[in-house]
């Protein structure tokens, strides 16, 4: 009776790490799916005042020429970061919706860093 109970509960554990693996997977995905059209609007509006309109850098922000990767430019987005400069770069999560975040770092890392 025991092992039968315990057989249940690894099953049922196993179809849960499974789900949370999947949710995990398709987040990551979500991340990827970005719209780098609406993601230059956003650039425009809230980055290009420090880091140019085409990511060249100026006096206030460095120049975007090579990339984190997406899923650590959606966290330097959201949460800022210390550039060096004197003036450290704001976290946009409390300003930005989670899509305008996901949509510019989309442009960022396909545009402006890809090169197109």
């Known amino acids: 009776m025991g092992l039968r109970r315990n057989s249940r509960h690894i099953r049922w554990t196993g179809g849960f790490v499974a789900a949370a693996a ?15 059209d609406h993601g230059k609007m956003v650039f ?11 990511g060249g850098g100026t006096k206030t922000g460095p120049e975007l020429f090579y990339g984190p990767g997406m899923a650590d430019t959606v966290k330097i987005v959201t949460e800022g970061k210390d550039s060096g400069k004197p003036n450290k770069m704001p976290g946009f999560g ?7 975040i996901t949509d510019v770092a989309t442009y960022v890392t396909q545009v402006i860093e890809g090169g197109g």
Do not use: F, I, N, R
């Open 94 to 100: 409390g300003m930005l919706s989670k899509q305008d």
């Open 44 to 54: 425009k509006e809230h980055c290009a005042m420090c880091h140019g309109d085409h």
């Open 22 to 36: 999947l949710l995990c997977v398709s987040s990551v995905g979500a991340l990827a799916a970005g719209d780098k």
